[in-house]
């Protein structure tokens, strides 16, 4: 079992903020990841947990967003001990707002929390609680369907950035040291 590490500030796993796009393709190309160019301004690196990584015009990472999606790999994604994609949603952002609080004026919230100061979020499509377990419209569904609803109790999602990102247009975010 992979364990990728997410260091707010620093990086995710061997991938760190202020790496050039260069250091990024070769450490991609020695450890077999495939890159792809959705738009001209970012590429996402595919591979175990899928990153996705944007750059800045200098051609330095920026953000980096690691995915719950698991594949045929068997990772654990660990920040300040915690288990990411294995702690509930709201226990995990109740952890995590102990340590630096999260932007409560976030129009997406349930869906995503940032925490600013640590320039860490996280994002997931769907908010399920444990009280939803007993709503006649989810009992309603197989078993199957159900699964689908559980796995929202959990964030799909968890990224980092430089200092500024969610605040500013992405044109105006520059790596600093």
Known sequence: ?????????????????????EEVRKYAEANGLRLFNPRKDSTAVQSVGDFKVEYDSEDRVIFIELSSFKGDHDITCLLMDINVFETKAEDLVERIDKISPYDRNDWELGYSYTFHELGLAFWRPYVF??????????????????????????????AIAVDGYWNKSKESVKYSV
């Open 1 to 21: 079992m992979e364990t990728i590490i997410v260091e707010p500030r620093k990086g995710i796993g061997q991938i760190t903020l202020g790496m050039t796009r």
């Open 129 to 158: 609680r444990d009280e939803d377990m007993q709503q006649e419209w989810f009992l309603s569904h197989d078993k199957e369907e159900q699964e689908s609803y559980l796995r929202d109790q959990y964030f799909r999602t968890v």
